[in-house]
């Protein structure tokens, strides 16, 4: 069997440990993107199987690969809302501040996907509350547009002020 076609079977069997050994060993290659850039990293991510993504990493699994859109694996799991694939991407040298896509921080595309529990887990590792997208809008910028007053609060209680 080739390693194109072990390597396309890895994200067949994502959550099976047992199988994804298997076809490493016989060459699968962890790192391997569809054309669309899907790969083995995303499916751990979104599928929330973080035990996974952390054992992989350690045998070389990029954790900062992008797809054909510039989405990486912190877009994947906080489009999926998987708080705890994105604490292990986070413990694993992810940066909080990175973009979740394209120009795009994290901290803003948790904002506007209004999840408070993935934009407390990147404030807790870091995130920058005023860093700004390529537009000068800020996490609270996007909180204001979208009506979050949940958001809102959450982020001036970690210091995000309002523009004057």
């Known amino acids: 069997m080739s390693t194109n076609v072990l390597s396309c079977e890895l994200l067949l ?16 290659d962890l790192n391997y993107q569809a054309e669309n850039g899907w790969c083995l990293l995303f499916e751990f991510a979104s599928l929330d199987l ?7 990493a350690r045998k070389n699994l990029n954790i900062f690969n992008s797809d054909t859109k510039g989405r990486t694996a ?14 292990v991407l986070l413990q ?17 595309y948790a904002v506007y996907k209004n999840n408070t529990n993935i934009v407390e887990t990147l404030l807790a590792h870091g995130a920058d509350i ?16 979208y ?4 958001m809102i609060k959450l982020l001036e209680l970690h210091g995000a002020v309002k523009p004057i």
Do not use: M
Request: proline share 1%; net charge negative.
């Open 13 to 28: 069997h994502a959550d099976d440990l047992d199988t994804l050994e298997q076809l490493v060993f016989n060459g699968a």
């Open 50 to 56: 973080h035990k996974e993504l952390s054992h992989f």
């Open 74 to 87: 912190i877009f994947w799991a906080i489009y999926h809302s998987k708080v705890e694939s994105l604490k």
């Open 92 to 108: 694993l040298g992810c940066d909080a501040n990175e973009d979740a896509i394209s120009a795009l921080p994290a901290l803003h």
């Open 130 to 145: 005023h860093k700004e997208d390529d537009l000068g809008h800020t996490a609270l910028s996007y909180a204001q547009v």
């Open 147 to 150: 009506e979050r007053e949940e």
